[in-house]
T-cell receptor
Framework: GQQLNQSPQSMFIQEGEDVSMNCTSS?????WLWYKQEPGEGPVLLIA?????ELTSNGRLTAQFGITRKDSFLNISASIPSDVGIYFC????????????FGGGTRLMVKP | DVKVTQSSRYLVKRTGEKVFLECVQD?????MFWYRQDPGLGLRLIYF???????EKGDIPEGYSVSREKKERFSLILESASTNQTSMYLC????????????FGQGTRLTVV
């Protein structure tokens, strides 16, 4: 079946460090989304990507839609304690109709 | 701003009870979704609806049903709650067309004892 792999599963970093996480899919995606979920809350959209090669920033966050359409990365620069949470990638396979597929999440912990 | 509201943040129910989880969105979105989230398993789609009275099974529909009588409201029903349905439940909605962004509610943490 179609799979979406997100890595790393967790990261424990020092405040001020840069962070990078990525997702790879077994098939072509036509949309990549990145969400952040804080403890006890629902996921909140950070960045949406619609075209291969697209690079989009949202403050200290930058995400790219891979050229092959099978991968995406999210970078966070100069991390701060409030960056703590679980980051999910999500996307839509070409033949998936209305369905979004979610990665397993990257749990980010930031040490002040 | 899009607002997706789930009726309860926390619920504790007994095994065998019938449980209703309610979700309301205020942006006239056609598509609505119910996911459950479990550690190590990510978000798994239970059911979705693309219009009033229309529903489609997701990846894990067993033990659940849904109701969409009005466009703004999508209910998830556990006919007879079991302990393995203890989980975080997330509702999402999405506008029609090419925009594929889903907006989530705050989640309902259900514990079945």
């Amino acid at each position: 079946g179609q799979q979406l792999n997100q890595s790393p599963q967790s990261m424990f970093i020092q405040e001020g460090e840069d962070v990078s996480m990525n997702c790879t899919s077994s098939s072509i995606f036509n949309t990549w989304l990145w969400y952040k979920q804080e403890p006890g809350e629902g996921p909140v959209l950070l960045i949406a990507l619609y075209k291969a090669g697209e690079l989009t920033s949202n403050g200290r966050l930058t995400a790219q839609f891979g050229i092959t359409r099978k991968d995406s990365f999210l970078n966070i620069s100069a991390s701060i304690p409030s960056d703590v949470g679980i980051y999910f990638c999500a996307g839509r396979f070409d033949n998936a109709g209305n369905m979004l597929t979610f990665g397993g999440g990257t749990r980010l912990m930031v040490k002040p | 701003d899009v607002k997706v509201t789930q009726s309860s943040r926390y619920l504790v129910k007994r095994t065998g009870e019938k449980v209703f989880l309610e979700c309301v969105q205020d942006m006239d979105h056609e598509n609505m979704f119910w996911y459950r989230q479990d550690p190590g398993l990510g978000l798994r789609l239970i059911y979705f609806s693309y219009d009033v009275k229309m529903k489609e099974k997701g990846d894990i529909p067993e033990g659940y049903s849904v109701s969409r009588e009005k466009k703004e409201r999508f209910s998830l029903i556990l006919e007879s709650a079991s302990t393995n349905q203890t989980s975080m439940y997330l509702c999402a909605s999405r506008p029609p067309g090419q925009v594929r962004v889903a907006f989530f509610g705050q989640g309902t943490r259900l514990t079945v004892v």
